[in-house]
């Protein structure tokens, strides 16, 4: 849990807002689910480990209740207990925080602020899958980044590796614990004991690749109709893509596999250079909303906030046109000076007034992500303007100063 100050919260509201008008455009409406939910409706989908994870409380009549680890369960639930028929596809987007217990040694975090979006009710699943995708990618883009990659899995081509594999579900589970953690000496351990002459095809196949031929020869190998069907969606997921000018962002990636146990089909995570956490990640859970009642295919993703702001670097994300009003000689009383701030404000400018008498006006108003600081005169319809940038001073009259700011625009 942390506290977020000014300066890291404008600009975190600046990439929701730039998120919310793409969500928005592509007809996407925001929900908001309750941030506890019934320990018994939370943990449906959720996996054995991620029961672990949940922070829970005792409701007043003893009901165990839990803060919500993700929304796409929360969704979920709303979907199947309250959707019509009619009102399908749905689209919904949402800017929430979820809530993940972490053991106290770690120094992880708990609470993570995501945007994300959920496709519900499609029947084209490759179609639905491509929104999703394209959507992703232009937020992204919309933000600034550009060195980034969607890594593409399947649920079904694992499933099919393993059907290949001729494994039992016990060793199914074991695994895929070990890809789920990424652990390579563990998976070509245990393939060592199942059948070395698979350990390579497979090892191959859980290894990042952009090369779509090179995969295609792999896949060949693998007389397995899941894995086929599958390599054909992703194969079609992909050309649709490079038609809108993304294949430079998509790599495959089969060691993808989610703790959640209600993914159904495509899995993606996002990376960033110089960022070791994926920034967003999302999938197909097919299944997950038919625990709570409807029979409704969805697709979707979230975005993590606090990664994807420290993705962007030094980007300027926010330019607030703001002025730091000051009286070091108190020449004017605070009714004055409301006066003047209220006149500047009319011009669509932010007016922070410095009440405390101090010596180095500059370094506070830099810190406080002033632009201008505008000092009163002794004659109130004057002012001393300074620019924080260039250190540039002048002597305004308050008409001319308030029509140079409604002209002022970003450089």
Same mark, same amino acid.
């Given at each position: 849990f942390r506290d977020i100050l000014p300066v890291e919260s404008a600009e975190r509201n600046e990439i929701k807002k730039i998120i919310g008008s793409i969500f928005r455009s592509w007809g996407y409406g925001e929900i908001k689910t309750p941030v506890m939910e019934y320990t018994e409706n939370i943990s449906i989908g959720v996996g054995k480990s991620w029961k672990e994870k949940l922070i829970n409380f005792i409701?007043?009549?003893?009901?165990?209740?839990?803060?919500?680890?993700?929304?796409?369960? $929360?969704?979920?639930?709303?979907?199947?207990?309250?959707? *019509?028929? *009619?009102?399908? $596809?749905?689209r919904f987007c949402y800017f929430s925080d979820v809530f993940r217990q972490k053991s106290s040694q770690t120094g992880d975090k708990r609470v993570f602020s995501q945007?994300?979006?959920?496709?519900?009710?499609?029947?084209?699943?490759?179609?639905?899958?491509?929104?999703?995708?394209?959507?992703?990618?232009?937020?992204?883009?919309?933000?600034g980044l550009d060195e980034f990659k969607a890594g593409i899995g399947h649920i079904g081509f694992i499933r099919g590796l393993f059907e290949w594999l001729g494994i039992d579900n016990?060793?199914?589970?074991?695994?895929?614990?070990?890809?789920?953690?990424?652990?390579?000496?563990?998976?070509?351990?245990?393939?060592?004991?199942?059948?070395?002459?698979?350990?390579?095809?497979f090892m191959s196949l859980m290894q990042p690749e952009n090369d779509i031929k090179r995969l295609s020869e792999i896949a060949a190998e693998i007389n397995n109709e899941e894995v086929s069907e599958?390599?054909?969606?992703?194969?079609?997921?992909? *050309?649709?893509?490079e038609e809108q000018g993304y294949g430079k962002y998509i790599i495959f990636d089969f060691s993808i596999i989610k703790e959640?146990?209600?993914?159904?089909?495509?899995?993606?995570?996002?990376?960033?250079?110089?960022?070791?956490?994926t920034i967003g990640s999302g999938g197909r859970y097919d299944g997950l909303i038919r625990k709570f009642g409807a029979n409704i295919p969805a697709t979707g993703f979230a975005l993590d906030i606090d990664t994807l702001h420290g993705s962007l670097g030094d980007?300027?994300?926010?330019?607030?046109?703001?002025?730091?009003?000051?009286?070091p000689g108190r020449k004017a009383n605070m009714t004055e000076l409301i006066n003047i701030a209220d006149k500047i404000r *009319?011009?669509?400018?932010?007016?922070?007034?410095?009440?405390?008498?101090?010596?180095?006006?500059?370094?506070?108003?830099?810190?406080?992500?002033?632009?201008?600081?505008?000092?009163?005169?002794?004659?109130?319809?004057?002012?001393?303007?300074?620019?924080?940038?260039n250190g540039n001073i002048g002597i305004r009259s308050i008409n001319s100063f308030l029509e140079e700011l409604k002209k002022w625009k970003k450089n």
């Open positions: 409701d007043t009549d003893g009901s165990l209740i839990s803060l919500r680890t993700d929304m796409t369960i $929360p969704v979920a639930r709303l979907a199947g207990m309250r959707l *019509n028929r *009619n009102q399908l $596809p749905a945007a994300g979006l959920e496709f519900l009710g499609s029947a084209e699943k490759l179609d639905a899958d491509l929104e999703i995708l394209i959507i992703m990618i232009r937020i992204l883009k919309s933000l016990d060793k199914k589970a074991e695994l895929k614990k070990y890809i789920v953690n990424k652990d390579f000496v563990m998976i070509g351990s245990f393939l060592d004991k199942i059948d070395r002459s698979k350990k390579k095809i599958v390599f054909k969606y992703l194969r079609d997921l992909c *050309n649709m893509l959640f146990d209600y993914y159904t089909g495509l899995l993606f995570e996002i990376y960033s250079t110089g960022i070791t956490d980007r300027q994300l926010v330019f607030e046109k703001k002025i730091m009003l000051a009286d *009319n011009t669509g400018t932010d007016v922070e007034i410095l009440i405390d008498g101090v010596r180095d006006i500059k370094s506070i108003a830099v810190e406080k992500g002033c632009t201008i600081i505008a000092e009163a005169l002794k004659d109130l319809s004057k002012i001393k303007v300074t620019y924080c940038k």
